[in-house]
């Protein structure tokens, strides 16, 4: 079994969620295929639980290795 796919997204809209996401934030995802065909995706929200989103409330970024670190609490 393959290690899932970490990635990061950028918020660029809350409409319809403002307790769960903030515009500007960085958040990460955990993969999700089905969710994705569908336009959605998988976030951890500021809950610290993985939702789903519009997609089009994100575009992904992608960081480098330190900052990746630090927003996974590793190093």
Same mark, same amino acid.
């Given at each position: 079994?393959?290690?899932?796919?970490?990635?990061?997204?950028?918020?660029?809209?809350?409409?319809?969620?403002?307790?769960? %996401?903030? &515009?500007?934030?960085?958040?990460?995802? /955990?993969?999700?295929?089905? #969710?994705?065909? *569908?336009? $959605? !995706?998988? =976030?951890?929200?500021?809950?610290?639980?993985?939702? %789903?989103? &519009?997609?089009?409330?994100?575009?992904? /970024?992608?960081?480098?290795? #330190?900052?990746? *670190?630090? $927003? !996974?609490? =590793?190093?």
């Amino acid at each position: 079994m393959r290690e899932p796919t970490v990635s990061f997204v950028l918020c660029i809209e809350n409409t319809g969620y403002p307790a769960s %996401l903030e &515009p500007r934030k960085i958040y990460q995802t /955990v993969e999700d295929v089905e #969710a994705n065909q *569908q336009g $959605l !995706l998988r =976030v951890i929200d500021e809950s610290g639980e993985d939702y %789903l989103f &519009p997609a089009s409330h994100f575009i992904p /970024v992608v960081l480098p290795k #330190a900052a990746e *670190q630090v $927003l !996974l609490g =590793v190093g």
